[in-house]
């Protein structure tokens, strides 16, 4: 009597090493975002993504359940540290889409019979970037005190590490993430983020 053979169900290849400690790391810190599900619905990283490119490297044996501290290479600031509050990443982000929505005017040649006398006929700065820019100003006036202004513009516009931004200061990175932290709950007010905190 012939033996009946099962359809054997598709096995899952291995994750490769490296990608399965990345993917490890990323759900136990909370930076699911560069995570997607897989044709056998498990998390992978996202190929091909600047994200994805990042390593996050753990001390104490690769744990963060036992006090390992997670190092994030070149990754952008406001996602990197990972003790911001959504408001807080969000108000960072927002000011820096207008910080640079506001110095996008792009220079256009102009023809000779354009007008040259101030008149914004057919020619000047898009009213989007002058408004950015206005906005850009009004949170930054929001920031209040200079050195709260000085880091968050670093961090946010010009994409610093808290570490970069405390050697230029000469404060310790906890003042510069104070400083920071500060700041982005000053620019969550100034947008009205803050009215559903909890």
Known sequence: MPRK?????????KLPKGEAEQVRIRREVGHDFALRDDAFGRKRLAAGTSEASRVYEVSNDGFTSTGGIVRVRTIDPLIGITSLSRQQREAGLRYRGDFRCSQQADVKPMRWTERIDGGRHGGGIADSVLDAGRAHAAATRALGHWEVAAVVRQV??????????????????????KLLKVGLDLLAVHYGMMMGRR
Not at 5 to 13: D, G, L, M
């Open 5 to 13: 053979t099962k359809s054997a169900k598709p096995q899952a290849p």
């Open 156 to 177: 946010c516009c010009a994409e610093g590490s808290i570490k970069g931004v405390a050697e230029q200061t000469g404060e310790g990175r906890d003042v510069v993430t």
